[in-house]
């Protein structure tokens, strides 16, 4: 299975990104999005203000690939495995590829067909969340 290699780079380190191998298949889906995390204390009051203390935004890419064989599989989940993990990508909001680390939400992989020499899976799909 030919697989285009272009989107996305994943690494254990920052410096790990320059290499030939860091190149994760294309997945059929990313969606780019913002998180604003607030202080602890921020909320609405009691007459309705809402008090925003805004420490920080981080990225979240919510990644899916279609039709992936056994082996295919196995790599993209093995990439994003360790605790955290840097992660070469093009920024809808810079609109240039940026370099940052990130952690794992939960994983899910829905399993096609089990056939002999047809064992792929239909969707593996996850979240990643910048630290």
Do not use: C
Request: glycine share 6%; net charge neutral; proline share 2%.
């Amino acid at each position: 299975m030919a697989v285009s290699k272009t989107i996305l780079k994943v690494a254990t380190t920052k410096a790990g990104l320059d290499a030939s191998t860091a190149w994760i298949p294309d997945p059929s889906s990313l969606q780019w999005g913002i998180q604003s995390v607030s202080a602890s204390n921020a909320g609405r009051s009691m007459d309705g203000k809402m008090h925003v203390e805004l420490v920080t935004r981080k990225r979240k890419l919510e990644l899916s690939w279609s039709g992936v064989d056994f082996a295919t599989t196995a790599e993209i989940l093995q990439a994003f495995n360790p605790e955290t993990f840097w992660v070469e990508y093009m920024d809808a909001q810079t609109g240039q590829r940026e370099k940052k680390q990130f952690y794992v939400g939960d994983r899910t992989a829905m399993v096609h067909s089990y056939a002999e020499g047809y064992r792929w899976y239909s969707t593996v799909a996850f979240n990643i969340i910048e630290v």
